[in-house]
Structures are given as structure tokens and as C-alpha cells.
């Protein structure tokens, strides 16, 4: 775990910065609910700047090596047609993927 971390840690995101940019998960900055969790909007800064995320709290709902297979996979790829992984966050008991906010 360690080795990944490291690997990624160009891709890592403080908890800190997640809490303050949802307002500590406030369930008004939440947009929608997943298969695993809720997501957030919020604006913070990452690995190609700052700018506004789509915060996915995995929460409990899924292990950790599926965890980890999403962020070495997409971290992989960049297409206009993909939305991109911009960050993760692995602290504590918190599982969580930032990607860019994909406006309708
Ligand atoms: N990048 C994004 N930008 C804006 N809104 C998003 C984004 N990703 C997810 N959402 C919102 O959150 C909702 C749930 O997202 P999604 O179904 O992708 O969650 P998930 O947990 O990844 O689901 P899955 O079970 O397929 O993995 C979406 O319907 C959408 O409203």
C-alpha cells in the first residue's frame, strides 16, 4: 500500500481540502448518489490546478482493491470523452475519488 501511494502521490488529496471544499460533506453541496456513495461539488485545487470536482465519497460500500483499480486505471487515461480522475483521497477510513465536474 505504501508503494501505491507513493506512486500516486501526485494524485493525492488532503482530506482537509475535501472537507472544506464540501463543507464537511454537507448534504447541500451533495449532487447525486452512486453505487457506492454520495458525491459532492466543491472547488479545490489538484494535480492540474484548481477548479470545481466531483467529489465521489466511497464510504464502506467498496473494498479497497477495486479502489485501487479505479485509480490506476483512469489515472491512465486522458480523452475528451472521458472525464477525468483529478485526485483521490485514501486517509483514514476515507475512500475517495475527485473528478472533474461535468456540467449538463
Ligand atoms: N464528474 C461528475 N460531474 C458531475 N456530476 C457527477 C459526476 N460524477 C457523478 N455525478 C453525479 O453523481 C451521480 C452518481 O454518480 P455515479 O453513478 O457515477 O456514481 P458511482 O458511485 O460512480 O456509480 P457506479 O455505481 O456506477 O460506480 C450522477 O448521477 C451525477 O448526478
Do not use: W
Not at 60 to 84: R, V, W
Amino acid at each position: 500500500m505504501d508503494a501505491f501511494l507513493q506512486q500516486f502521490q501526485h494524485l493525492q488529496i488532503q482530506l482537509e481540502d475535501i472537507t472544506s471544499a464540501t463543507d464537511n460533506f454537507n448534504d447541500d453541496n451533495c449532487i447525486g448518489r452512486g453505487g457506492f456513495g454520495k458525491v459532492y461539488k466543491g472547488e479545490l485545487s489538484h494535480s492540474k490546478g484548481r477548479s470545481m470536482v466531483a467529489i465521489k465519497d466511497r464510504g464502506h460500500g467498496q473494498g479497497i482493491p477495486e479502489f485501487l483499480k479505479e485509480i490506476t486505471s483512469l489515472s491512465h487515461y486522458s480523452h475528451e470523452n472521458l472525464i477525468s480522475l483529478l485526485g483521490f483521497c485514501y486517509q483514514g477510513d476515507k475512500m475517495i475519488l475527485v473528478y472533474d465536474y461535468a456540467s449538463r
